[in-house]
């Protein structure tokens, strides 16, 4: 395997490793449409409520993230998220996760 594989699949399962990231690439996945859109931050800090301090980390940790890995398109001007162009990239580990969630444990979305 390339070193660059390498790092790219570490990016990947980096890009899976918080919460609100998965909440926000799941919900990409469901909407299934390239030109489908999610809201920030209802969309994605809708269970927790949209509290301060999970926004300023939404906006200033985890959109950054997952934008410059290219798994997302980050409208800052309207507060929507769309597909990246790496999105296809991690779909399969999306859709694996959301066929098996019955079997995740509770908090993992």
Do not use: C, K
Not at 19 to 32: A, K, N, P, T, W
Not at 57 to 69: A, C, I, S
Not at 91 to 109: F, V
């Amino acid at each position: 395997m390339q070193a660059h594989t390498r790092n790219r699949i570490d990016d990947l399962f980096s890009a899976l490793t918080n919460r609100y990231r998965r909440r926000l690439l799941v919900g990409l996945l469901q909407h299934d449409s390239q030109s489908d859109t999610l809201e920030l931050p209802a969309d994605v800090l809708t269970t927790d409520g949209p509290s301060e301090a999970l926004s300023i980390e939404l906006y200033h940790v985890h959109l950054p993230m997952l934008e410059e890995r290219e798994l997302i398109e980050w409208e800052r001007e309207t507060q929507t998220v769309s597909p990246g162009p790496a999105f296809e990239e991690i779909r399969p580990l999306l859709e694996l996760m959301d066929e098996h969630r019955d079997e995740l444990p509770d908090d993992w979305l």
